[in-house]
């Protein structure tokens, strides 16, 4: 096997042939998800989502991806918890380490939160967000996608569009798919890309017709919404003009190339509708689906390692 | 009263700019006389320092010692025994307290405090607005006759330039001495990191460089304006050296200081979000560090600080945003500043203007000096004694040090105040 890690905190950390062995997973993962079935790769084992930010989509992800593979799954709304009593997250990482889970999925409006919190628990730490820093599983998921639609992750032209600065999903893919030796080219107006950005070993467009010129891949993200009005970017429909994808603006990409959208979209804003639906363009809908396989995948090969290696650390390790 | 000869000492003078072999006697708390030659004889106490450095004691701006509000995180006897192993013998506090020393009647009181309990010198210094809150000055004449030395706001920089303007105008007036933190407080505002390719693969809230330098060009433009006494607490970036030089060269009353942290580490040192690595303003780039220590040579930053800010663990163990600032700095601050030493970059005479000459000549004490009449403080110290930092033996009551398991070099051997040994073996 050549998955070691102990926790995914980020993409960073992880050796291109870890990643080829997950998604070589997920693979298998999205044929038994097809096949109605189920797996008992998480049996009797715990798995708990602490998510201190809303979310919908991630959330039940990994629920599911729990589920399918027979784990346990507790769902902890952090918002309305105890942090709202005053409780640290060491304290609140201390007392679920108690309760003694195989896998702590953890989303955090904080980057390195999660980090941090690795380092209390003695169980498998997933991240599902932290701040601004990463979001791996989505990365992956991203990665799958690509590799299923284009048979290869590697030497393919990459546009990453919109909100670079504020997005975890684009940090976490422009590590990933640098590690898969592709091209990545980033999208945006210069307010919302991230301050150092030519240092990161990408190209960097503030024209957008420019930057998906002959591109494999277009990769939406989403503006959130108070970032919309005046601070980061005039108004929503100048936005739209320059930077939101419609027929035009992808006809110079190639001719097969695929788009994509981490969710949920604001239609008419980042992306048009028709856009968004075109099943010959759009593999949306599929990435939802490679993000349970994806998430099964991370959370069998994290519970193997930890069988592997006899946990008989302590808690403040 | 004293009557002590040290001898076989390498004697570090700044103020000669001399480095050589000596003698040095002290009588009554004061330096009777030094020299290279023979030493003097019939004096009854004598101590061999065996070729190893004695030095001014170190004059340090900008302590914070959290009385009142916080005495869990230090006190006045605790950051005294900091300062006394770290060869620190004038302690200038900060008046950051949870309640601002902002009154003649808080400044007595912390004065008080420090009297009774530390076995260094205190100097304190006052808010220049009331409750560091930017809106109203404060009683700026009685808190001189109190005994402020200078004063400042610290990291809370006054948004309202109006208020500034007249603060300074007023503190002109009664030729105090203020201390001011360079930042365009707006664009600072919730930044923990410096901006570039490190913060935003880390994801970190963060701030150009440049809001230094803004800060700074507004800073000086009401010092001409004003004409008062200033004194820059931290320059930690190249961009802003050039408008240092230029409000120097201009003949503006100004000084300017620069912590120990941001003369030895850089931002990358904060790796996977280590807390104790978040200081105000955050570490800079590699560059600026350089570029910091050749002004630091040139004279054109004048004082190297501890900028000692004691936090307790459940401060900083906490997600990096949400972390407390700062770094007990007192006992590391000579063995941390020797890395320059040992690098070459500075040589022991231009590293002691920067502890101790320069900072008590800006605040009008006699100290910092090996003339004969100066104040006998002084530290005796091995600049190539090899250690690894345990934080857990340090002597301030919280123990938030980047330098924790880092290997150094320079160990204090004993401190002196007025004469007395406050640190060593007797």
Not at chain 2, 62 to 82: I, L, M, N, Q, T
Not at chain 2, 100 to 128: C, G, T, W
Request: hydrophobic residues 45%; negative net charge.
């Amino acid at each position: 096997m050549t998955f070691t890690q102990r926790h995914l905190l980020g993409i960073e950390p992880l050796h291109p042939s870890e990643i080829t062995t997950l998604l070589d997973l997920a693979d298998d993962y999205v044929r038994l998800n097809r096949g109605k079935r189920h797996g008992d790769a998480l049996a009797g084992r715990s798995q708990i989502n602490m998510f201190f930010e809303n979310s919908t989509r991630t959330q039940a992800s990994f629920e599911l991806a729990g589920q399918r593979l027979g784990a346990d799954v507790m769902n902890m709304a952090m918002q309305a918890s105890s942090i709202k009593k005053g409780e640290t997250l060491i304290d609140t990482a201390l007392t679920l380490n108690a309760m003694h889970p195989d896998l702590l999925v953890v989303r955090h409006p904080h980057s390195g939160a999660v980090d941090l919190l690795a380092q209390k628990v003695n169980c498998a730490v997933l991240n599902a967000g932290d701040g601004r820093h990463e979001h791996p599983t989505q990365a992956l998921l991203d990665a799958l996608t690509i590799r299923r639609a284009k048979g290869r992750l590697h030497r393919l032209n990459i546009a990453i569009c919109g909100d670079i600065a504020h997005s975890r999903v684009a940090r976490s893919n422009i590590l990933l798919l640098g590690k898969m030796e592709n091209r990545v080219r980033l999208v945006g107006p210069p307010t919302l890309l991230p301050a150092g950005i030519a240092d990161f070993g990408v190209e960097v467009h503030d024209d957008m017709r420019e930057g998906l010129r002959d591109v494999d891949v277009v990769m939406m993200l989403r503006l959130q919404k108070e970032r919309m009005d005046g601070g980061f970017i005039p108004s929503e429909r100048e936005y739209y003009h320059r930077y939101g994808l419609d027929a035009e603006k992808l006809s110079h990409a190639k001719p097969d190339a695929i788009v994509m959208h981490p969710g949920p979209m604001n239609r008419g804003v980042e992306i048009d509708g028709e856009i968004a639906d075109d099943i010959n363009r759009s593999v949306i809908q599929e990435q939802v689906e490679m993000g349970v396989a994806v998430r099964m995948a991370a959370m069998d090969l994290l519970v193997r390692n930890r069988t592997a290696t006899t946990t008989t650390e302590g808690i403040m390790a | 009263m004293t009557d002590l000869l040290l001898t076989h000492a390498r004697l570090i003078d700044p103020e000669a700019d001399s480095d050589a072999p000596g003698w040095l006697h002290i009588r009554d708390g004061v330096i009777a006389a030094s020299g290279n030659g023979a030493a003097p004889q019939g004096i009854e106490q004598v101590l061999d320092c065996r070729g190893k450095c004695l030095a001014p004691g170190i004059v340090d701006i900008g302590v914070k010692v959290c009385e009142p509000g916080e005495r869990h995180k230090e006190s006045y006897a605790s950051a005294g025994r900091a300062a006394a192993a770290g060869g620190v013998t004038t302690m200038i506090t900060r008046p950051d307290t949870t309640q601002a020393i902002d009154s003649p009647e808080s400044l007595e009181f912390v004065a008080r405090r420090a009297q009774a309990d530390a076995s260094v010198h205190v100097r304190h210094m006052a808010a220049l607005t009331k409750g560091r809150q930017g809106r109203e000055m404060a009683e700026i004449g009685f808190l001189l006759d109190a005994g402020a030395v200078a004063f400042s706001d610290c990291d809370a920089v006054t948004r309202n330039t109006k208020v500034l303007s007249r603060a300074l105008t007023y503190a002109r007036s009664l030729d105090a001495l203020v201390m001011l933190h360079p930042q365009e407080p707006v664009l600072s505002d919730g930044a923990v990191a410096t901006s570039g390719k490190f913060a935003s693969l880390r994801g970190l809230p963060a701030v150009s460089a440049m809001a230094e330098r803004m800060g700074l060009d507004r800073d000086i433009a009401l010092i001409e304006m004003t004409g008062v006494r200033a004194h820059f607490d931290q320059i930690t970036t190249a961009r802003a050296l050039p408008a240092l030089q230029r409000a120097k060269r201009n003949g503006l009353d100004v000084t300017a200081g620069i912590s120990i942290h941001h003369l030895t580490l850089n931002e990358m040192d904060v790796a996977d979000y280590r807390t104790f690595f978040k200081v105000k303003p955050p570490l800079r780039a590699e560059d600026d560090r350089q570029a910091m220590i050749e002004a630091l040579r040139d004279g054109l930053i004048d004082v190297i600080c501890s900028m000692h800010t004691p936090q307790d663990e459940e401060s900083k163990r906490l997600p990096f945003e949400e972390a407390a600032a700062g770094a007990v700095a007192l006992e590391t601050l000579l063995p941390a500043a020797l890395r320059l030493y040992h690098a070459e970059a500075l040589t022991l005479p231009q590293l002691f203007r920067a502890l101790s000459l320069a900072p008590a000549r800006r605040l009008g004490l006699a100290a910092g000096r090996l003339a004969a009449g100066a104040p006998a403080d002084l530290v005796l110290f091995d600049a190539h004694a090899p250690f690894v930092l345990d934080r857990f033996k340090l002597h301030s009551k919280s123990k938030n040090t980047p330098f924790d398991g880092a290997r150094m070099q320079g160990r204090v051997l004993a401190t002196f105040v007025a004469g007395a040994r406050v640190y060593g073996e007797p």
